[in-house]
């Protein structure tokens, strides 16, 4: 299995596209951070701002993980190099487990460089407007944890979704509709304001609301639990598919 | 056992057979051509045997074992299945480090496979800016990394120039002469009649012919057709038919007998005590044979 997680690697790292969108999510927290150095406006932050610009980071860093996931596995098809590389690896579930593997490992170094960069900027510009902060207090680390988690299993998800439908532009396309207006659509239209409790996105909120005071006592651990089990369905079906898919 | 062995393979798509009860083997150490017109099947009992596809019914294996099951499948067989399996931002070298580090290879084959098959000095470029021909010979590389035993190559002519056409030949040459079984397949029996030794012979497939070349060509020579010019044409077609020669009259008079070889038709035309003006059996190249196999059996499954 180490063979086939290095293998990926190299081919995540000789990918532009997935190399790029990696860069900019484990940036973007320096970046959101430009308007309000901008600003005219006096700044209206706290200690409790640096929470909020890590959970901000995570909506950024998900999505990017998403489609990096997605990109892995569907790029393989899309290029037909998923030729070669079954020729390589002809057990399937072994496939799908390394790519599967190697993309939350990626998701896991992004969203930690994304951590550090949205504490270093994010500290530095609260120090600057003479709010006094600790980088490594419990509750920045539990909330970074949970954006680190967050984006592993997103990744994990994407990957596998693409596995399931391999068409890249069928499977981008469904994500982005999925995430941006099916989730917060269909709660409404079906009438349950709860059923988002059971949708990532939703989960997702639970667990990095982990280190919130105001949330209900296992909350967290509950959107982790949501957030698992559909990546473990999904994998599942994602080795179901893969198996039985005829490469043509 | 032998190298390869298909045994009455099936594949459906649907209400479609590319695949219909086929079993063919391939000796060792030796070049064979798969050969059938497009869409005879080829493509797609490679794709079984590679693991690639599921068969309806059937077997592909390597000496009994599938592909899958093998357990160093890159270092047993090498394939070229489509010059389009490239990551177009990739480089070529970056291509073949994946590959041997996902099968276990020693990294050093990937410099040695590009300067056998002639992109030594193109490693460091994107295959994006590759030609067809590029493509075909890093495809072929690919299959080179693990020094495998066996070669499995589909249509590897295409897109190759017609020096390419003869490098690739020599190459492949070259693999038999170190004791390597190659199965190549091609629809064009021109392409490979001077690199195989035999040929398995597919048509909407199904098995057509296997076995040495020259004694499917011989095989098919019993359906010589024979060319005769007399002035006792009509005489001529009773007497022939009568014999159970099938005749047929050609525009400009001449009368063609096909299915019997020109000794029968000569005895049949000495006992009928025909006149001849000519009689000559006509050219028939190896491509001839080959669309007659393919196309008798694509006129009988129609």
Not at chain 2, 141 to 163: F, M, Q, S, Y
């Amino acid at each position: 299995m180490t063979a086939l997680l290095r293998a990926e690697a190299r081919k995540t790292l000789t990918t532009r596209s997935a190399v790029l969108i990696a860069g900019v999510a484990a940036a973007y927290p320096a970046l959101a951070l430009l308007p309000a150095l901008f600003s005219p406006e006096p700044p209206d932050v706290d200690a409790a701002s640096l929470l909020q610009l890590l959970r901000g980071v995570a909506d950024v860093l998900a999505i990017a993980a998403l489609l990096l996931g997605i990109l892995a596995m569907a790029g393989e098809f899309r290029h037909s190099t998923i030729v070669p590389t079954l020729l390589a690896t002809p057990r399937r579930a072994r496939l799908v487990t390394a790519k599967l593997g190697f993309q939350a490992l990626f998701a896991v170094a992004m969203a930690a460089l994304a951590m550090v960069v949205a504490v270093v900027a994010g500290g530095a510009y609260l120090s600057n407007n003479g709010v006094s902060f600790d980088g490594a207090a419990g509750d920045v680390l539990l909330t970074a944890g949970a954006v680190v988690l967050v984006t592993v299993l997103y990744a994990a998800i994407g990957a596998a979704l693409a596995a399931v439908v391999p068409n890249q532009t069928a499977v981008v396309g469904g994500a982005l509709l999925w995430v941006f207006v099916v989730e917060n659509a269909l709660p409404v239209v079906l009438r349950d304001p709860g059923l988002d409790r059971w949708m990532p996105s939703g989960a997702a909120e639970r667990l990095l609301a982990a280190a919130d005071s105001s949330a209900a006592a296992g909350d967290a651990w509950a959107g982790l639990a949501v957030l698992v089990a559909i990546t473990a369905v999904l994998a599942v079906a994602a080795v179901v598919v893969m198996k039985s898919t005829d490469i043509s | 056992m032998e190298p390869i062995v298909v045994e009455q393979l099936t594949k459906r798509f649907g209400p479609v057979t590319a695949v219909d009860g086929l079993s063919f083997t391939v000796p060792a150490g030796r070049v064979t051509g798969f050969l059938g017109p497009n869409g005879a099947g080829k493509t797609t009992t490679l794709r079984i045997l590679l693991g690639l596809a599921h068969p309806t019914s059937g077997r592909a294996t390597f000496a009994g074992t599938a592909y899958a099951d093998l357990a160093h499948p890159a270092s047993r067989v090498g394939a070229v299945l489509e010059a389009t399996s490239f990551h177009p931002g990739r480089r070529a070298r970056d291509h073949l480090r994946i590959l041997t580090t996902a099968a276990r290879i020693p990294a050093s084959r990937v410099d040695e496979t590009l300067e056998r098959v002639g992109l030594a000095g193109a490693g460091d470029r994107r295959v994006g800016g590759f030609s067809l021909g590029m493509r075909q010979r890093l495809g072929l590389a690919a299959a080179l990394l693990g020094d495998p035993e066996i070669l499995v190559l589909d249509e590897p002519t295409n897109g190759l120039d017609p020096d390419g056409v003869r490098w690739l030949r020599g190459l492949i040459r070259q693999m038999a002469a170190e004791g390597r079984t190659v199965l190549v397949s091609s629809h064009l029996l021109s392409e490979v009649a001077q690199t195989v030794d035999d040929v398995v012979i597919l048509a909407n497939g199904r098995l057509v012919s296997q076995g040495p070349l020259a004694d499917v060509a011989r095989r098919a020579g019993a359906e010589f057709t024979v060319l005769l010019r007399t002035p006792q044409a009509d005489k001529a077609r009773l007497a022939l038919g009568a014999a159970g020669l099938r005749v047929t009259v050609q525009d400009d008079g001449a009368l063609v007998v096909t299915g019997s070889s020109p000794d029968v038709v000569g005895r049949a035309v000495a006992d009928a005590h025909l006149t001849l003006y000519e009689m000559r059996p006509l050219d028939r190249t190896l491509e001839d044979v080959f669309l007659q196999l393919t196309h008798s059996r694509q006129g009988s499954a129609r």
